[in-house]
């Protein structure tokens, strides 16, 4: 049995039509500029692949994949990473692509870690900014939506690696218990 109920909070047109405004964003702040964007694995495929889609200017991508999350909605507070960048970012800017910014461990933590290979500079560009248990200040430099709280899925967001395949965000929420 289901025990959660999904609410529509971005339908895909109103998505897409952001995701259009920060690619254009992007292509003006690096126009002349070499460019690498370093996508979040695996919540960041569909915005990576829409936003990169919509660039007006030459760039190289790759992928570092890190989990902060266990089974549930809790973060564990650890970050794992399992893939890092290939490519040679010393001297470049890069841009690192997420999927939703919570706490801000995950992001803060790989950011750190891009510095030490002494890139050019590293900026931050999340779909969506949820404020509510944020534990550390990590700046972003370009985002899609903010919320205030709730558990998200949908456009790459999953729960227990479910929803990740939906074209629309939605909030979870859990079943009110029936009589
Ligand atoms: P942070 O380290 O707490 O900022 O967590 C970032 C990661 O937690 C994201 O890349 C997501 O994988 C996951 N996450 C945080 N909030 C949500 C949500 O509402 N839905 C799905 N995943 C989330």
């Keep these: 049995m289901e025990e959660y109920t999904k609410e529509i909070l971005l339908p895909r047109d109103e998505i897409q039509q952001r995701v259009r405004e ?6 003006k702040d690096y126009e002349g500029k070499e460019l690498i964007l370093v996508g979040i694995l695996n919540g960041v495929i569909f915005f ?19 989990a902060s999350y266990g089974a549930g909605t809790e973060s564990s507070g ?3 990473m399992s893939k890092d960048v290939e ?4 001297g470049q800017h890069v841009i690192l692509v997420e999927d939703i910014v919570d706490t801000g461990l995950t992001l803060s933590k790989i950011k ?3 510095l030490e290979r002494g890139p050019k500079s590293v900026k931050i560009c999340v779909l969506i ?3 509510e248990r944020r534990q ?7 985002c899609g939506f903010h919320i205030e709280e709730g558990f998200i899925v949908g456009y790459g967001l999953d729960f227990n690696e479910r929803y990740r395949d939906l074209a629309d965000i939605f909030v ?5 218990p029936s009589n």
């Design 22 to 27: 920060l690619a254009l964003e992007i292509s």
């Design 87 to 90: 490519i040679d970012i010393e």
């Design 129 to 131: 900014d949820k404020r």
């Design 136 to 142: 550390t200040q990590v700046p972003i430099d370009y």
């Design 112 to 114: 750190e870690k891009l």
């Design 48 to 66: 990576f692949t829409d936003l990169v889609r919509n660039l007006h200017i030459p760039i190289k991508l790759d992928f570092i994949r890190a």
């Design 172 to 176: 979870l929420k859990e079943k009110e």
């Design 78 to 80: 650890t970050i794992r």
